[in-house]
């Protein structure tokens, strides 16, 4: 959606790398998701937020970190502890509801080096 | 937890024949969605059914929501190149956490 960036496009990592990947919005939704997408395995969530300085781990946590200190930006930092980074990383955005509709970004396609 | 499964995981649809995607929970639902993932793309929102027993049309495209809120399933007639792509189906719990299932990737033969 054009009201969700995500950067970069691609990315590379080297080992015992962190790098960070963008999120911007100018929805001004409140809650905002990371979702890693790996062949035949759907999404599953990494990190969200649901307020400005504030966050919770979802289903797969270990090996990433997040902070929310704007509403309009959700960065997610990769560490050198995910020893599998490599996957197709979705950040979406979502009104206050929990079951408010999910508004994706385009990814960032992770690689390792 | 809550698991979301969807079957098939993977269909190859003559164009112009219709087909159908199930979508199964092992916990009843508040609601769920479904998306549209193009090859190379993002998820993109679908619908939402909230109602036992619902039923929504768009076009070509049917969705049911079962009576007993824990599965659903939608419906494409007449397939079109344009179907191409992985349709998910994402339920929310009464945690109020929202659980993708693992999508149905879909190739229209022409």
């Known amino acids: 959606d054009g009201g969700i960036t995500q950067s970069p496009k691609y990315l590379f990592r080297k080992e015992g790398q962190n790098v960070t990947l963008s999120c911007e919005q100018n929805l001004n939704h409140d809650a905002m998701y990371w979702y890693r997408q790996d062949p035949g395995q759907g999404l599953r969530l990494i990190y969200y937020s649901q307020i400005v300085n504030d966050f919770q781990k979802g289903d797969i946590a270990e090996g990433y970190s997040v902070s929310r200190e704007k509403k309009e930006s959700f960065p997610l930092t990769v560490t050198s502890a995910q020893k599998n980074p490599t996957a197709f990383y979705l950040c979406a955005t979502a009104g206050r509801e929990a079951d408010e509709k999910l508004f994706f970004g385009s990814g960032t396609q992770l690689s390792v080096l | 937890g809550q698991q979301v499964m969807q079957i098939p995981q993977y269909q190859h649809v003559q164009e112009g024949e219709d087909f159908t995607t199930y979508c199964n929970s092992s916990?009843?639902?508040?609601?769920i969605q479904w998306y549209k993932q193009r090859p190379g793309g993002h998820p993109v929102f679908l619908i939402q059914l909230v109602k036992s027993g619902e039923v929504k049309k768009q076009k070509r495209l049917t969705f049911q929501f079962g009576e007993a809120k824990k599965n659903s399933s939608l419906h494409i007639t007449a397939t079109q190149t344009t179907d191409v792509g992985t349709y998910f189906c994402a339920g929310t719990d009464g945690n109020n956490r929202l659980a993708f299932g693992k999508g149905n990737q879909v190739v229209v033969i022409p």
């Open positions: 916990t009843t639902l508040s609601n």
